[in-house]
Nanobody
Framework: QVQLVESGGGLVQAGGSLRLSCAAS????????MAWFRQVPGKEREFVAA????????YYADSVKGRFTISRDNAKNTVYLQMNSLKLEDTADYYC?????????????????????WGQGTQVIVSS
């Protein structure tokens, strides 16, 4: 049974930083592309960042480029999202997602329909 468990969310002031973690189990983590999405209640889920199985290829939403960094530790079965210079508009529930892929990822990795597994989410609130 595949499980993705996010952690690290919370309340932070604008301009601050948070690091989200997503611990995976029940899958061969090193064979999966991973991603982070976010969603504000009442709005569609939005792509944030994606990372290939090896970590060699990444994609970022324009809104987070230069501020967020996705990374992974295959020995710990964990993917991270380092979020710096947080803005009010970064407030959302953040979800990690996984798809079995041992090749380079492409633009379709920015679509939520491309992923097989999802976590339950962790809330991030950025205050002024």
């Amino acid at each position: 049974q595949v499980q993705l468990v996010e952690s690290g969310g919370g309340l932070v002031q604008a301009g601050g930083s948070l690091r989200l973690s997503c611990a995976a189990s029940g899958l061969t983590f090193s064979s999966y592309a991973m991603a982070w999405f976010r969603q504000v209640p009442g709005k569609e889920r939005e792509f944030v960042a994606a990372l290939s199985w090896s970590g060699s290829t990444t994609y970022y939403a324009d809104s987070v480029k230069g501020r967020f960094t996705i990374s992974r530790d295959n020995a710990k079965n964990t993917v991270y999202l380092q979020m710096n210079s947080l803005k009010l508009e970064d407030t959302a529930d953040y979800y990690c997602a996984a798809r079995r892929s041992v090749s380079k990822i492409y633009n379709d990795s920015t679509r939520d329909s491309w992923y097989d597994y999802w976590g339950q989410g962790t809330q991030v609130i950025v205050s002024s």
